[in-house]
Nanobody
């Protein structure tokens, strides 16, 4: 059974930083593209970042490029999202996810199979 569990969310002041973690069990992370998405109330799930298997390339949305850094440790089955210079628009539930789909779909939530329950990030202004 595949399980993915995010942690590290919380309340942070605008301009601050947070590091999200995702622990994975039940699959070989090495063989999966890994992604981070977020969803704010009333909005669609939005691509944040993704790591091509086994970790050679990382992709970011324009809104987070240069401020967020995604990393992975395949041996530990961990995925991370370091977020800096947070602004209130970043407030959302952040989800960790995994996919074996085509690389061309790495920014599309429908291409991902396994999802965590999410961790809430709140940014106060």
């Amino acid at each position: 059974q595949v399980q993915m569990a995010e942690s590290g969310g919380g309340v942070v002041q605008a301009g601050g930083s947070l590091r999200l973690s995702c622990v994975v069990s039940g699959l070989n992370v090495y063989n999966y593209h890994m992604g981070w998405f977020r969803q704010a109330p009333g909005k669609e799930r939005e691509f944040v970042a993704a790591s091509k298997r086994p970790g050679s390339n990382t992709y970011y949305s324009q809104s987070v490029e240069g401020r967020f850094t995604m990393s992975r440790d395949n041996a530990k089955k961990m995925v991370y999202l370091q977020m800096s210079a947070l602004n209130p628009r970043a407030a959302a539930v952040y989800y960790c996810t995994s996919s074996t789909g085509a690389l061309s779909g790495i920014r599309k939530p429908e291409m991902y199979r396994y999802w965590g329950q999410g961790t809430q990030v709140t940014v106060s202004s």
